[in-house]
């Protein structure tokens, strides 16, 4: 299995290069067609494209450092590098929406005359190269956060491209060239409001906050009822990266159950992993809790709803 794992990771990390080769050649591609043509929109999808040529290049080093086994520095291991990388990503392209939003505005403020047929052809060239580095990278997207972070980098290029082509069209055929600006304005609020989604996600995770599909209160309440367990206090419940969670918790049994702790373990570590998907589990055992000292918090203390 480690073998064809192995493969796997060498098709990603092939396929990570070739999207990052086409992106770089797709923004250069613009970012000259857009000087040439004087259009704002092909400009701004040229940076768009520079960002995500950018965010594959963080994702492949991401991806590499995954790779490296936990040591006496990093005893989770470099799991986390993926999601470090799509918060970047992701950061970065929300600024750059930003200050699209505000060249485009001077632009409607001050409409520039624009070369329509450079403009129509570089967003062409543009809209197939972003159309194959999607199909490159599809296949990881559904694997990976700061892949599908970069994949919806290069679908919203695609669009952008898109409404460039039609921007095009309309400066070609009726002069309108304050359809440039707009269009910028459209590609950059959509731009933003894709990374706001998957920051908030990224965000949660770098925070150590409880999966959404998982209630600790809910979980406590079922290892309660398992045999020889009296109560399961002090409940957290973190992700590593998007694949892998942790949980802790104290776990409180008579006496004269302490010599059964063993069974008791590996039966919660059982309903954990099989129920609740968690591999990492780390159990306090106690016959006394701990909360029942004058200067500890109590056992239970009242959880607040998500925010």
């Known amino acids: 299995m480690a073998h064809v794992h ?15 080769g086409l992106n770089l050649l797709i923004s250069v591609a613009e970012i000259v067609g857009g000087l040439l043509s004087g259009s704002l929109a092909l400009l701004s999808d040229a940076v768009h494209n520079l960002n995500d040529t950018a965010s594959l290049g963080v994702s492949y080093v991401a991806r590499r450092l995954t790779r ?35 060249e485009a505005i001077d632009r409607l403020l001050a409409p520039q ?10 967003a062409t060239i543009g809209l197939v190269a972003n159309v194959l580095t999607a199909v490159l990278l599809y296949r990881d997207a559904h694997e990976s956060l700061n892949i599908r972070s ?5 679908i919203s290029d695609a669009v952008s491209s898109v409404a460039v082509i039609l921007g095009g069209i309309a400066i070609l055929l009726w002069g309108a060239y304050w359809v440039d600006p707009v269009i910028t304005i459209g590609i950059a609020v959509y731009i933003a409001l894709l990374s706001l989604k998957l920051l ?27 045999a020889h367990v009296r109560d399961v206090h002090h409940v957290h419940i973190w992700q590593l990266d998007e694949h892998h ?16 702790m063993e069974q008791i373990k590996r039966a919660l570590k059982q309903r954990l992993r099989e129920q609740y998907g968690i591999g ?9 809790p701990c909360c029942e000292e004058a200067s ?12």
């Open 6 to 20: 192995t493969h796997a990771h060498d098709g990603s990390h092939r396929r990570l290069v070739l999207s990052i």
């Open 68 to 102: 490296r086994q936990p040591n006496a520095r990093k005893t989770f291991g470099y799991r986390r590098a993926e999601i470090v990388g799509a918060f970047v990503n992701l950061v970065t392209l929300v600024v750059i929406a930003l200050f699209l939003v505000k």
């Open 113 to 122: 005359p624009i070369d329509a047929p450079v403009m129509l052809t570089v």
């Open 150 to 154: 970069a994949f919806l980098h290069i």
């Open 200 to 226: 908030r996600q990224t965000t949660h995770i770098l925070m150590e906050g409880t999966p959404e599909n998982l209630d600790p209160r809910h979980i406590a309440a079922d290892l309660r009822q398992m």
């Open 245 to 260: 969670l942790a949980f802790e918790a104290h776990v409180v049994v008579d006496e004269a159950d302490l010599p059964r």
């Open 280 to 288: 990492h589990v780390t159990l306090e055992f106690e016959s006394h």
């Open 296 to 307: 500890a918090p109590p056992c239970h203390d009242p959880l607040p709803a998500r925010q």
